[in-house]
């Protein structure tokens, strides 16, 4: 499927084969030759770091009626003040510096335990056997999700998060597999929402329950799209920020070296895998009110989308930015957004990509690519590979 310039609003064609290959030289061009691109669809799309860093903190894009199809069941990414300010105080409070550095040690353990029996351990999906199951743990067991139902997660948590592409990006099959996940999850969270608004534990799912702030509570509708929003963006993100960070280290040889004899890095390294190959590509915004945007007038009710991935990509930003550098001074990222909607889980993904990636490095010590162009997931707005061939 390929899409006509007057079925694009983007100025580019997302669906054209080869484009999640590398959608980077994509970008490029359009960068250089259309960087304000305005469709007659009533859409703006920015490519260079500046602008796209200007629009995020711009309090006249926010969010409206979305052609996203994600404002119904994620709703918390959809929101304005004062809605979005209230919630967000509310959920904050889960990813306090001190609650992640808490959580430090076990996510470490969770690393040691799923890398231990893979080294020296032939072929495997290293997605599959470690990128993809290391989140699931550490959400569920932060949420409060049983051991035993943590495998429910994997088949709602890719359909929903291929639902936040835009609908018309999407087959009808697609958005009815969205739906159905986002049903079958409320009717298993609402489920332990009862049970632990009898018997309270120690995790997040309690604390959200009992969260308040000037006497004011999450109610139940609440809770299970902000449960969505964490299952989706806390666990899909990290799994591509795993996946798309091994493979640039098993593309870049001398960069996994340097991290593997400087796992200490990790911080700096992640930080630059982040920019390199961001699992989020894309984000969107309306505007609430007429405005101005990269000198172009915006008028209220348009959309301003954002390619992050052309923003991490500006030389303007970041120097010769095709090069994979661990020991670059990052900059100013927008992998997780900036302003008031910055990405609430960020410190919690940039402390599992951490771990995760220094753990490869240090316990896989002759992991290699079975294959250079692994398959990519069916998403535009997530990027990251299906599965990663890898020998150890």
Partial sequence: MTLTVDETPFGFDPLRPGFRDDPYAVYRRQRETDP????????????????????????R???????????????????????????RGLVSRAFTPKVIREMRPRIAQRVADLLAPLRGGGEFDLISAFAYPLPVMVISEMIGVPVEDQELFSGWSEEMARGIDPDFLQTPEQLVRRDHAKSEFDKYFRDLIAARRGRPADDLLTGLIAAEQDGDKLDEQELLDILALLLVAGHETTVNLIGNG??????????????????DQAPAATEELLRYDSPVQFVSRFALADTEVAGRPVVAGEVVSMVLGAANRDPDAFPDPDRLDLTRQAG???????????????PLARLE?????????????????????????????????SALRVHA
């Fill in 61 to 87: 894009l926010g969010h409206g009626v979305t052609m996203n199809g994600a404002a119904d069941y994620l709703s918390f990414l959809t929101l304005n003040p004062p809605d979005h300010t209230r919630l």
């Fill in 353 to 385: 990509g951490q771990l995760a990636l220094a753990g490869i490095a240090t316990a896989l010590p002759d992991l290699a690519l079975l294959e250079d162009k692994p398959a990519y997931r069916d998403h535009f707005i997530l990027r990251g590979v």
């Fill in 246 to 263: 091994t493979l640039a280290l098993l593309r870049h040889p001398d960069q996994l070296r340097y991290l593997r004899e400087n796992p």
């Fill in 36 to 59: 304000v691109h305005y469709s007659p669809l009533g859409m703006w799309t920015l490519t260079r770091h500046a602008d796209i860093e200007a629009a995020l903190r711009n309090p």
């Fill in 332 to 346: 100013r990222l927008v992998s997780f957004g900036q302003g008031i909607h910055f990405c609430l889980g960020a």
